[in-house]
């Protein structure tokens, strides 16, 4: 007789426990190992969303749980997507959303080009550069505040140095405009490594035998780059574009730690507003239909971007 | 374009698909661009369509 473990285990269990067990399909012993998560995954997924939808349709408070909760329809749909200031939201998130991907694109793409290329310390350059996305949001939201700091700030230094406008005259976070696009600045700073590693995923799949061909048929780098690089790196950029717009759609810690959504409401994105709505009004009802709208949009975008990583696998 | 229409009459995955992805864009572009508040109030809608309907036309045959 052999002694392992499972002979052991097998000997231990009681005979009724070992007929029962004997007794269940293979079928049945996988839904067993299964059901935790199934289990796990309905309570704080599947139900919350479902409460969600439910609470709005009501004019539910959280903060007056002894109130009659009245049924209201779609009146908090009607009023959120009636309603200026959300418009208004929306825009500044998309005005976030559009120059944060433009910028990590480009920049990402241009890096991985020349990451691409061999020469000496690229290992130690790819390293370097792919930091600050290792970084927590919260670390980076906090520092970056430092360094838009009009009196000790070194980013407003900087600008003295090669401008000569007193770096005490603005404020990077402060009303003037620049609140928006120093939001997005951080994010770029942040995120384009991740883009850039992504292209350059897509730069190394390229196999060297086309771009041989292209030489041997004396083909410009020009028109290598176009022909070749470009249409064969584009899912994996796609995959990026989606990718970032899904996570800057909902972005929340970092522009909080930098601006609170301020000054007045110039970078107060769609996912800080509902925060606001949901536990500083204390608005249940309409906040989960604000919710609900945020969810189905990202939702919709997760669905193209599940396909497009699909085609990029198939490749 | 007349694969595309075939791929719809012929209940296609692929044309379906593509059909629910641009409404999901359409509805993204119209719930963030700045000049119409009609596009804005109808967004969701046209969003939840493209959504809903991606999900049931992932299960068609291809």
């Known amino acids: 007789m052999t002694n392992t473990p499972i002979d052991r285990l097998a000997r231990a269990t009681p005979p009724d426990m070992a007929k029962k067990v004997r007794g269940l399909s293979d079928r049945a012993i996988a839904w067993i190992f299964v059901a935790p998560t199934i289990f796990l995954l309905l309570a704080i997924n599947i139900f919350p969303l479902i409460w969600t939808v439910r609470l709005s349709f009501t ?28 418009w208004a939201n929306m825009q500044t998130t998309a005005h976030f959303l559009i120059w944060t991907i433009v910028l990590q694109v480009v920049i990402g793409f241009s890096l991985a080009w020349l990451i691409n290329r061999k020469f ?5 350059l790819t390293t370097l550069i792919v930091l600050p996305m290792m970084l927590s949001p919260a670390v980076v939201g906090n520092f970056w505040t430092f360094l838009y700091q009009p009196q000790i700030g070194l980013i407003n230094y900087v600008v003295e140095l090669f401008t000569g406008i007193p770096a005490s005259s603005f404020s990077m976070l402060g009303p003037g405009g620049l609140a928006k696009w120093s939001i997005i600045i951080v994010d770029t700073w942040m995120w384009t490594p991740f883009v850039m590693l992504i292209c350059l995923a897509g730069l190394r799949s390229i196999p060297d035998y086309i771009y041989e061909a292209a030489e041997i048929d004396r083909a410009s780098k020009w028109r290598q780059f176009w022909t070749i690089t470009v ?85 | 374009m007349s694969s595309f229409l075939t791929g719809l009459a012929r209940f296609r995955r692929g044309s379906w698909e593509a059909l629910a992805t641009a409404l999901i864009a359409l509805g993204v572009v119209m719930l963030m661009q700045p000049f119409f508040l009609w596009a804005y109030t109808w967004s969701f809608l046209v969003t939840l369509v493209g959504t809903v309907m991606f999900i049931v036309t992932s299960h068609f045959p291809d």
Do not use: C, Q
């Open chain 1, 59 to 86: 004019n539910y408070a959280a903060n007056r749980p002894n109130r009659e909760v009245e049924f209201v329809g779609l009146r908090n749909y009607i009023r959120i997507l009636t309603d200026d200031g959300i």
């Open chain 1, 120 to 124: 000496k310390g690229n290992d130690l």
């Open chain 1, 231 to 315: 249409p064969m790196v584009l899912p994996f950029l796609m995959l990026a574009v989606l990718f970032r717009g899904i996570e800057n759609f909902k972005m929340f810690d970092m522009v909080v730690l930098l601006t609170g959504g301020g000054p007045g409401n110039e970078t107060l994105l769609a996912s800080i507003d509902l925060k606001r709505e949901a536990f500083e009004k204390w608005r249940t009802g309409y906040s989960s239909a604000y919710a609900i709208i945020l969810f189905v949009t990202v939702f919709g975008l997760a669905s193209i971007y599940v396909k497009a990583l699909n085609k990029v696998k198939e490749r």
